[in-house]
Nanobody
Framework: QVHLVESGGGLVQPGGSLALSCAAS????????MAWYRQAPGKQRELVAT???????SYAESVKGRFTISRDNVGNTMLLQMNDLKPEDTAVYYC???????????WGQGTQVSISS
């Protein structure tokens, strides 16, 4: 059974930092494109950042220069370092895994990130 478990969310003030982690079990993430998505209240889920199996990364324009995505294929985890957080970053953040060959897709349950003074 596949599980993606996010952790590291919380409440921080604007300008603060958080580090989200996604721990995978039941799959080996080395065969997956990994990504972080987020969904704010009343809005559609949006792609935040992606890291390919080979390590190439891409980011939404709104987070470029502030967020860093990384992966540890040995530890089977993915991280999202978030700096200079803004109120508009408030959302539930989801971990996503898509198999590079089969397209099999898995989601985590989400972790809440709230930015407020």
């Amino acid at each position: 059974q596949v599980h993606l478990v996010e952790s590291g969310g919380g409440l921080v003030q604007p300008g603060g930092s958080l580090a989200l982690s996604c721990a995978a079990s039941g799959i080996s993430i080395r065969f997956y494109t990994m990504a972080w998505y987020r969904q704010a209240p009343g809005k559609q889920r949006e792609l935040v950042a992606t890291v390919l199996s080979g390590g190439f990364t891409s980011y939404a324009e709104s987070v470029k220069g502030r967020f860093t995505i990384s992966r540890d294929n040995v530890g089977n985890t993915m991280l999202l370092q978030m700096n200079d957080l803004k109120p508009e970053d408030t959302a539930v953040y989801y971990c996503n895994a898509v198999h590079t060959l089969t397209g099999a897709e898995y989601w985590g349950q989400g972790t809440q990130v709230s930015i407020s003074s």
